[in-house]
């Protein structure tokens, strides 16, 4: 009797044992279960976060590429820009040329015109100085330019003078009529620049 009571509350404390175990096994897959939704969830946040971040760099790499693109607009416009401009300076250099070219061609021409019709004199005298080196004379030319001739010898022809005039200015001296102090130098040619100067101021005090 006393073995049958031992073995009866043995299989009772092993039958509490076994559904403790399986209450704590139940726990034990329950607690993983749970930890696997958790898991899962951690994971799904996660994926989550990872397709914003995508979706955000794919917007930075657009809006990129939409930078490179503008400048390299702007730098194609700014080439085009740079050899309009290049072509511009070109063609005013060309056109300031053809001006310069028309102004000479037209100077030539009224200076032709003017020296067949014989109506210009071209030079006056308008002071007379000595110096160290010999006189030197201003000649006022009838365009209002005044060239100066230095270094003449008192010896000097009126004709020498009129040569000096043509190489410098390239005025032919027949075309040339010089003036000393308002009055032409007629047929004074062989005399030097001292003495028709001399005769000049002899013939105003003989003219008083």
């Known amino acids: 009797m006393y073995e049958?009571?031992?073995?009866?509350s043995e299989a009772k404390q092993k039958e509490e044992e076994d559904k403790l175990?399986?209450?704590?096994?139940?726990?034990?897959?329950?607690?993983?279960e749970l930890k696997q939704r958790e898991t899962m969830d951690e994971l799904n946040e996660m994926k989550t976060k990872v397709r914003k971040m995508e979706q955000q760099e794919n917007a930075m790499i657009e809006q990129i590429q939409k930078l490179e693109e503008g400048q390299k607009k702007c730098l194609d416009k700014y080439a085009e820009l740079e050899k309009?401009?290049?072509?511009?300076y070109i063609c005013i250099g060309q056109f300031a040329k053809h001006?310069?070219?028309?102004?000479?061609?037209?100077?030539?021409?009224?200076?032709?015109?003017?020296?067949?019709?014989?109506?210009?004199?071209?030079c006056s005298q308008s002071v007379a100085e000595?110096?160290?080196h010999g006189?030197?004379?201003?000649?006022?030319?009838?365009?209002g330019r005044t060239l100066t001739l230095i270094d003449l010898l008192p010896s000097n022809t009126i004709e020498e003078i009129k040569t000096k005039i043509e190489r410098i200015e390239g005025i032919l001296i027949d075309h040339q009529?010089?003036?000393?102090?308002?009055v032409r130098e007629f047929c004074c040619a062989s005399l030097g620049v001292r003495e028709w100067a001399g005769r000049r101021e002899n013939s105003a005090q003989n003219g008083a």
């Open 4 to 8: 049958l009571e031992k073995r009866l």
């Open 21 to 32: 175990s399986k209450v704590d096994v139940e726990n034990r897959l329950l607690k993983a």
């Open 84 to 88: 309009e401009l290049a072509r511009k």
């Open 99 to 122: 001006l310069a070219r028309i102004d000479e061609m037209e100077a030539q021409i009224n200076g032709t015109k003017e020296m067949q019709k014989g109506t210009m004199p071209t």
């Open 130 to 132: 000595q110096n160290r």
């Open 135 to 143: 006189f030197k004379i201003n000649v006022k030319m009838m365009n």
């Open 177 to 182: 009529r010089l003036l000393f102090a308002g």
